[in-house]
């Protein structure tokens, strides 16, 4: 058992940072959570890895890791690796020294961290992991076929088709003549929207397609949904029982095609809404639906699942977040304390299912 108190506290490997366009998000998300960690109960490790993919054992002064200056710090940075070797549970140190942990939780967005390649790698090495594994972090990453597995659960999808690198562009436009416009261009396998434009008709699809390939050799074109969108954070084990927060709701400004990344992380023009304003049995389904999803996809520990709800009240499935923002004023913290558990006691619960296995 990982949770323990005073001097046997849990050694948590806390991996941030990331070779990911989302590595300036995971750092706010990494400090957030370093700083709330009760320290009668975790002794955390952690572990930034550099935008070049550098590995560097992380002792200095948590607020450097928000500030993205961990990094500059020599003496509290050093270069390491994972011990594979099954049940070692520890990181070498390039200067011939070993650090030991008890479990791991990789607070990185995007590929490279959020993909479940991390999450290969300790599953390998026998570490219990806080959060989705491998299979998961892969399926969620890959818009086209998380969809693919949320249809056979019965989960409505939008209209979509994938195109690869070299596809003809009048292919694409036939494709998205059948869909209908406007369609969402977006790249398979990217996070925060980077990527994400909505082209309103064919003189602006070839652009959109160009800014999709930048994140991805695979793009999808993807029907747009009347509405607007809805989230359901899940935490819970494939084993036992699933808890859901407080869905929330989305309020795009007025002329706004879509939740994009400065809007996440600014909401200059948008808002959020947790509790959801929506009728109760509405938010019924809304968790339901969430739940058909997190299973059908082999989510553990937690999630976000991001609906839309059309103006019918029909829910369409959108995508998971197996690794959503951590700060306490992130999307997933804000629902789990509208439903009456604080950002500490989130961060508790989801280590001791990582833990549990």
Known sequence: MCLKTNMHA??????????????????????????????????????????????????????????????????????????????????????????????????????NGEDGTLQGALELAGVPLVGCGCLAGALCMDKHRAHLLAAVAGVTVPRGQTFYKGDDLAALRAAAD???????????????????????????????????????????????????????????????????????????????????????????????????????ETARRIRQTAQTVYRALDCRGFARVDLFLTPDGDLVFNEVNTIPGLTAHSRLPGMMKAAGMGFSALLDRVIELGVQG
Request: charged share 15%.
């Open 10 to 111: 849990c050694k948590l490997l806390v991996f941030f940072g990331g070779c990911s366009s989302e590595y300036a998000v995971s750092l706010q998300s990494a400090c957030a959570v370093l700083q709330t960690l009760d320290p009668a109960r975790y002794a955390p490790v952690p572990v930034g890895i550099t935008r070049d993919g550098a590995w560097l054992y992380y002792t200095g002064p948590i607020q450097a890791v928000a500030a993205d200056t961990w990094h500059k710090d020599a003496a509290h940075c050093t270069p390491c690796t994972l011990d594979l070797t099954r049940g070692a549970r520890a990181l070498w140190l390039a200067d011939g020294g070993r650090v030991a942990f008890d479990a791991a939780f990789p607070i990185l967005h995007g590929k």
């Open 178 to 280: 059948a869909i209908g416009w406007p369609v969402f261009v977006k790249p398979v396998r990217a996070g925060s929207s980077f990527g994400i434009s909505c082209a309103k008709d064919p003189a602006e699809l070839e652009q959109a397609v160009a800014e999709a390939f930048r994140y991805d050799d695979v793009i999808l074109l993807e029907q747009a949904i009347p509405g607007s969108e809805v989230g359901c954070a899940v935490l819970g084990n494939a084993a036992g029982d699933l808890v859901t927060g407080e869905p929330d709701l989305i309020q795009l400004a007025p002329g706004e095609a879509m939740f994009d990344y400065g809007e996440k992380y600014t909401l200059a023009h948008s808002a959020i809404h947790c509790p959801a304003p929506v009728p109760a």
